[in-house]
């Protein structure tokens, strides 16, 4: 009887292994210039362009607690619990509320079939996982698109320049503050650079840098060492002329903050989305005055392709960059080619990895054998990965499925272990008879 239950269990385990690696569990589709904001240790992603060439009201979280696998990472969907309330891309997000659990985000519709004039700003507290869209009061923002949004400390989210879509189609330089408490706008001063498709980066001493971008979609890129500089302290701006490495003008790349005070960007585009500027990779030491940049080379089948439009996000000294397109043909276009990987730097020492062991505040990163050995391990040009290793987004069980599955091996557990400590108690009885 004990022999068939474990039987029945090893069957049951085979079925689960088979099933996980024949069925899949949520898997996004491509997509680019998605919103991306970190809450603990899950990465939200909001809406973004799909192969439709429209925005998704699609909101899913990659939870990248250790050990994280690129190869088989955790997904969850939220979409079909709570939706955003329109289709979403180019859309500003961060994360504010007295809590720091409630993620905004800066939409030009308010529903579907609408263009606002003003900028609509919809919440999504992450513990209930319920949206709202709350009504905000004082300056609010025209409609704008393609800019970034930074909160400090108190709650103050700070949104720059970005792209009018309809009306004027041009990029500006106003700056808009929301206390994400209060919920009130207020106007801060003229930036010093019009720009859209920018990145910016808060900096511990409460200074946000904006880096790269457009002055008018879709050229001309803005010179990488002219950074706007903007004191949320005092709320004033400065230009910052960067030295260093010659780092080519870029928009909708991406950009990240690590410990150590450097700025980490990657990727982006230039010439009208034509061509991948070099480096791909650069930091900007923000502990030296003026501000220097580094070219960062590397050769790894864990890099990234060049990409655009992606988003990255920094959880301990690791850099995830996911979604986006990459260039083929010069041309950056997700028919042809959308990353559907998820890549990471160590930003401890600039190597790119393709899983986390252990990540807590000091890092420490174990990596393991290249899990593909197939694909071309050799002499990757820096940021030229032309065969990039393609790592299949499938994970885990059905989560119907998946319980029945869990359940049904934690009944063949139990029994087992019966069996064992039976066997165990007839041994210490003198006696080797197996049952
Ligand atoms: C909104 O503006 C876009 C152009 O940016 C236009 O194609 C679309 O038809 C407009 N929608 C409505 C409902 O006016
Ligand atoms: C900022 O925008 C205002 C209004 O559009 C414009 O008058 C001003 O010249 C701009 N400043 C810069 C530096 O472009
Ligand atoms: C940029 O490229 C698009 C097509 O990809 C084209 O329609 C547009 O005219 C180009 N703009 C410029 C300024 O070259
Ligand atoms: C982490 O870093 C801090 C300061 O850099 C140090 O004091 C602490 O001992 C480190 N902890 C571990 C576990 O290495
Ligand atoms: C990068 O740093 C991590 C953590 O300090 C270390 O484990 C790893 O071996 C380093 N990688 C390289 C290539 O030096
Ligand atoms: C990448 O490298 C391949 C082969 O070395 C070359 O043909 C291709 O032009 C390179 N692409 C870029 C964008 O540099």
């Not at 720059?160 to 503050?177: A, C, D, H, R, V």
């Not at 791909?280 to 990409?307: G, I, R």
Request: hydrophobic share 40%.
């Amino acid at each position: 009887m004990d022999n068939f239950l474990c039987f029945l269990w090893l069957v049951i385990l085979l079925l689960d292994l088979f099933i996980t690696k024949s069925m899949s569990a949520f898997v996004p589709t491509s997509r680019y210039y998605q919103g991306s904001v970190i809450i603990g240790n899950k990465i939200y992603f909001l809406g973004g362009i799909d192969k439709t060439g429209t925005g998704t009201n699609n909101i899913f979280y990659l939870d990248v607690s250790s050990p994280f696998y690129s190869v088989n990472p955790k997904w969850t969907d939220l979409t079909s619990v709570a939706p955003i309330p329109v289709n979403s891309a180019f859309a500003p997000s961060c994360v504010g509320g007295s809590n720091k659990d409630t993620i905004f985000l800066f939409e030009h519709h308010r529903t579907n079939n609408d263009n606002s004039t003003s900028l609509v700003t919809f919440a999504f507290d992450s513990t209930t996982q319920k949206w709202s869209a709350p009504t905000t009061s004082g300056a609010i923002p025209q409609t704008r698109q393609d800019m970034r949004a930074v909160v400090d400390n108190n709650g103050n989210i700070y949104i720059n320049g970005g792209f009018e879509p309809s009306i004027t189609q041009k990029s500006y330089n106003s700056t808009f503050i929301l206390n994400s408490l209060s919920l009130s706008w207020t106007n801060g001063p003229n930036a010093p650079i019009i720009r859209s498709a920018y990145t910016a980066t808060l900096l511990s001493s409460g200074l946000i840098l904006y880096i790269g971008g457009t002055n008018d979609d879709p050229s001309p890129e803005i010179n990488m060492n002219s950074i706007s500089v903007y004191n949320t302290n005092i709320g004033t701006w400065s230009l910052m002329n960067a030295i260093g490495d010659v780092i080519a003008p870029r928009q909708s790349h991406s950009a990240v903050l690590n410990k150590n005070g450097f700025i980490v960007i990657y990727g982006g585009a230039a010439n009208n989305y034509t061509v991948a500027p070099n480096p791909a990779l650069a930091t900007l030491d923000t502990n030296s005055m003026p501000y220097k940049w580094s070219a960062k080379q590397f050769n790894s089948v864990y890099a990234p392709p060049p990409l655009a439009y992606h988003s990255a996000q920094i959880f301990g000294d690791y850099m995830f960059i996911a979604f986006g397109v990459s260039l083929i043909n010069a041309k950056f276009d997700l028919a042809t080619a959308p990353n559907n990987n998820i890549f990471i730097l160590d930003t401890s020492n600039y190597t790119w990895v393709s899983s986390i062991i252990n990540v807590n505040v000091n890092s420490s990163f174990v990596g393991p054998p290249n899990p593909n050995p197939t694909t071309s391990t050799s002499s990757t040009p820096a940021g030229n990965n032309s065969s990039p290793i393609t790592i299949p987004l499938i994970a885990g069980l059905g989560s119907l499925l998946g319980a029945f599955i869990i359940i049904a091996s934690i009944i063949g557990i139990v029994f087992c272990c019966r069996k064992k400590k039976r066997q165990h108690y007839y041994a210490t009885a003198g006696t080797n008879t197996r049952i």
